[in-house]
């Protein structure tokens, strides 16, 4: 059971760039999110969804864009990366709106 | 603005002691108060949340307490094992369809042999 799937792992972006992360689920949850996480800032909300075909902000939306066309599957794209940018992210998931969240093994961006 | 945030950036303990991490809330409208351990290297992971109109709440070596007179929540850890060395982090849920959780800081727990 491979739970929640991130991909890259790791990615070193030039300033101005664009990437999509991608994050996957096979849980058949209803909610995903997409946080960030930097040192003494604790896990940040950028973007979620409650469902197939609807997102909503966060708490540092600005700068993402995201997309959610298939259930399983919650696309975090950064149109020009920014070195404010980099950080560690992580994409979530939940049944419903439970508080349990099943978070993957995070992505790594540097953007130089 | 956060809502929930965290007393201590860093705590440590001997193994076997008992530990207490705390998080000090501010928006009283959360239904839910929840509990995330991070290991190194790895996401989050639950560990226990507890419902607004509760006081305490126990898992398995684990307890949440909720203190709404003061907004404050903190996780013990009953005889504290080297495994138990990780972030700890305190969220917040409102109980309607379509919110999200929000996190706090986190505090780093220290295990030592």
């Known amino acids: 059971n491979a739970g929640v799937t991130q991909t890259p792992k790791f990615r070193v972006l030039k300033t101005g760039q664009s990437m999509t992360l991608l994050c996957a689920q096979d849980?058949?949850?209803?909610?995903m999110y997409w946080y960030r996480q930097d040192p003494g800032m604790g896990l940040r909300l950028i973007h979620y969804s409650v469902g197939e075909g609807t997102t909503a902000k966060g708490e540092v939306p600005d700068g993402y864009n995201v997309s959610r066309l298939k259930k399983q599957n919650f696309l975090l794209g950064l149109e020009s990366a920014a070195p404010s940018q980099t950080s560690v992210y992580f994409c979530?998931?939940?049944?419903?709106?439970?508080?349990?969240?099943?978070f993957g093994q995070g992505t790594r961006l540097t953007v130089v | 603005g956060e809502s929930v945030g965290l007393h201590l950036p860093t705590l440590s303990v001997q193994e076997g002691d008992n530990s207490i991490i705390n998080c000090a809330y501010s928006n009283s409208a959360s239904d839910y108060f929840i509990w995330y351990k991070q290991e190194s290297g790895k996401g989050p992971q639950f560990i226990i949340d507890i419902r607004s109109n509760m006081d305490k709440r126990q898992g398995q070596r684990v307890t949440v307490l909720l203190n709404k007179t003061v907004k404050h929540l903190s996780l013990q850890i009953a005889a504290t094992q080297p495994g138990d060395s990780a972030v700890y982090f305190c969220a917040e849920k409102k109980g309607q369809a379509g919110t999200a959780l929000i996190f706090g800081k986190g505090t780093t727990l220290s295990v030592s042999s």
């Open positions: 849980m058949n949850h209803e909610y």
């Open positions: 979530a998931s939940s049944p419903g709106g439970g508080t349990e969240a099943f």
